[in-house]
C-alpha cells in the first residue's frame, strides 16, 4: 500500500495483511480455513482491531430474504476479509466478495490465499 489517497482505510488494511504474513510464517501452508480464520481472529483481536467471525448476512430480493451466506471475518464494522486455501484467486472468488458487498455496509473486501503463494486482492 502506498498512501492514504490510493487505498480505502489503508491503516486497517496494511495492519491486516501484516498480521496475515504474521499468521501465516508461523502456522505455514496446508491447514483447513478454519484454522487460518481461527488463527487471524485472535492475532487481528490482538492487535487491538474488533473482529468478528463467520457473519452471517443475508441477500435480499424485492424484500424477501433469498439466501444467507457467512463472512469469513469482518474487521472493525468495515472490512470483509474472505479466506482461500487455493492455489490462486479466480474470478468466483472475486465475484462471491463483491457480492458480499452488494449486499452489506461493508466498504472493503479482501480475499487471502493461504495456499504457498500467499496473495491478497482487494475490492471496493
Known amino acids: ?17 501484516g498480521v496475515f504474513y504474521d499468521v501465516y510464517n508461523e502456522l505455514g501452508f496446508g491447514f483447513l480455513e478454519s484454522v487460518y480464520r481461527n488463527s487471524l481472529y485472535l492475532a487481528l483481536l490482538e492487535k487491538g482491531l474488533v473482529v ?10 424485492r424484500g424477501s430474504s433469498v439466501g444467507d451466506f457467512r463472512a469469513d471475518l469482518v474487521v472493525n464494522g468495515i472490512i470483509l476479509l474472505e479466506l482461500k486455501t487455493a492455489e490462486a484467486i479466480i474470478a ?4 462471491q466478495v463483491i457480492n458480499y458487498l452488494r449486499s ?19 475490492y471496493s
Open 92 to 95: 468466483a472468488h472475486e465475484s
Open 52 to 61: 468478528e467471525q463467520e457473519v452471517g448476512v443475508s441477500v435480499f430480493f
Open 1 to 17: 500500500m502506498t498512501d492514504d489517497l490510493a487505498y480505502k482505510h489503508s491503516g486497517i488494511t496494511e495492519a491486516i495483511i
Open 104 to 122: 452489506t455496509s461493508l466498504e472493503l473486501g479482501l480475499i487471502s490465499t493461504s495456499v504457498r503463494s500467499r496473495r491478497f486482492a482487494e
